[in-house]
């Protein structure tokens, strides 16, 4: 089972590396999935291993495809940071004990989008801080990018967690 | 006992946390440095050649559009050779400007084509790959133009390939002039458009109008002089004291691919210099 999740989230790696590296559709869109693939790491994995995962993983993606080595490290840390606080708070506490899956079929829909939505938006933030695009462009344009960039970030993760669940229902987490 | 063991594994995670924020946020403030270390370095070299693969394909369905900028090019190459074989003629009758132009053209700076295998556009800090690297004689500092403008400027390099920063990354300006003899101050890239700039800190006595092309200064030791960046547009007084620009640039990155290094081959003597002056005023300071 942690095979099958280790596997996906290569792959979601993977993809999110490519989607940096050659979808340059507009400034105005920031498109990440790794928000998600934090959040569905299994409960069963401390916050201090959640953020070395999202460490390593936000590495990764600055190594490979973005170019400023630490801005998706710096942007996933907090994310890890209150992945379980998050849960516990969205989900119920029983969340984090009971290993549920991370899908829409067992927290519901608006749970799970509100869930997407917060660690995106905690993701954006940070961001658009570290890259220091609150000093230089201005406000509309900020507002905006974080707008469209949330909203597709949002969407795409849903699609992306629901996908995975239903290709592993059998599997606690993904 | 528990409520203790809970304080305890909150401080470790906040800890934890707080030491690796800082570790990465180190990394980000000192990006420059770590793409220099050979991790960095052979990342970019790995990435380039799959990158250079995708493109290419790329590059196959987009020939219709570069045969035409090529054209373009071509024509406005041959308007220049034209323009220089009437100057050269003109001279050869007037004996002074013959001899100022054979002192000024010193030839300091050393120019080789590369073609940019990676350019990354929508971000704050946007870089770019070259396909050149230290085998190819490139060095760190060297400009990166076209006909059109500045580039951006190599950071690290690696065998094969180099990383630049993008003139479209808000940590770099470039030192431009109004028109051929006007006021010079920073141009920098103003965050958001391919092709908007905005040249700052230009003092107000000096006029100017809509449309004027603005160049580099020379007072880079990276850019050669005269090297045309964009036409003005709007402008704005700031603090009372100095106009910022705004300006449209005559390079768009979106279809940028064949570029022109620039190697100062002074640099290094400039350096020295600089560092004798640096040791000069230590021990000044220290007697």
Same mark, same amino acid.
């Given at each position: 089972m942690k095979n099958r999740f280790t596997t996906y989230f290569i792959l979601l790696l993977a993809a999110q590396i490519l989607l940096c590296n050659f979808l340059n559709i507009s400034p105005y869109l920031m498109l990440s999935i790794l928000p998600v693939l934090i959040l569905a790491l299994p409960s069963s994995i401390p916050t201090v291993g959640a953020m070395l995962i999202a460490f390593a993983? @936000?590495?990764?993606?600055?190594?490979?495809?973005?170019? $400023?080595?630490g801005l998706n490290a710096a942007s996933l840390l907090p994310v890890a940071y209150v992945r379980r606080d998050l849960s516990a708070l969205i989900f119920g506490e029983k969340f984090n004990d009971t290993s549920e899956p991370?899908?829409?079929?067992?927290? @519901?829909?608006?749970?799970?989008?509100?869930?997407?939505? $917060?660690s995106q938006t905690i993701f954006l933030l940070v961001y658009f801080w570290a890259e220091g695009a609150f000093m230089t462009r201005t406000l509309g344009f900020n507002l905006l990018r974080f707008g469209v960039s949330l909203s597709a970030g949002v969407l795409l993760s849903v699609l992306i967690a629901e996908t995975c669940a239903s290709q592993s229902d059998d599997i606690k987490s993904w | 006992m528990q409520k203790k063991r809970s304080?305890?594994?909150?401080?470790?995670n906040?800890?934890?946390?707080?030491?690796?924020?800082?570790?990465?946020?180190?990394?980000?403030?000192?990006n420059g440095i770590m793409q220099d270390f050979a991790?960095?370095?052979?990342?970019?070299g790995f990435m380039a050649k799959c990158w250079g693969g995708a493109q290419k394909a790329g590059y196959y369905f987009s020939l219709k559009k570069t045969n035409e900028a090529l054209a373009e090019e071509n024509f406005r190459l041959a308007g220049q050779v034209r323009r220089y074989k009437e100057r050269e003629e003109a001279m050869l009758t007037d004996s002074i400007a013959a001899s100022y132009s054979a002192q000024g053209d010193s030839g300091i700076y050393v120019f080789s084509p590369a073609t940019l295998v990676k350019v990354s556009r929508n971000k704050q800090h946007n870089y770019l790959i070259v396909d050149k690297g230290s085998e190819d004689g490139i060095g760190q500092n060297t400009g990166i133009i076209t006909s059109q403008g500045v580039v951006g400027i190599i950071d690290a390099v690696g065998k094969h390939y180099s990383y630049a920063m993008s003139f479209m990354n808000t940590g770099m300006s470039v030192s431009a002039r109004l028109g051929r003899e006007g006021a010079v101050g920073p141009l920098v890239w103003d965050g958001t458009s391919s092709t908007g700039a905005v040249l700052k800190e230009i003092p107000l006595q000096y006029k100017f109008n809509e449309g004027d092309t603005v160049f580099t200064s020379g007072y880079s030791s990276i850019f050669p002089a005269d090297i045309p960046l964009g036409l003005?547009?709007?402008?704005?007084?700031?603090?009372?004291?100095t106009y910022d620009i705004k300006v449209t640039l005559l390079q768009d990155f979106n279809s940028i691919k064949f570029v022109t290094l620039v190697t100062n081959a002074g640099d290094a003597e400039i350096m020295e210099l600089e560092k004798k002056e640096e040791d000069v005023s230590t021990e000044n300071e220290k007697k």
């Open positions: 993983t @936000g590495l990764a993606v600055d190594f490979l495809s973005e170019g $400023v080595i991370f899908s829409v079929k067992n927290n @519901g829909v608006w749970k799970m989008i509100f869930a997407i939505l $917060v | 304080i305890t594994k909150i401080a470790v906040a800890a934890i946390f707080i030491m690796l924020e800082v570790a990465a946020l180190d990394m980000l403030a000192h991790v960095s370095r052979a990342v970019h003005t547009g709007s402008s704005k007084i700031i603090n009372g004291a």
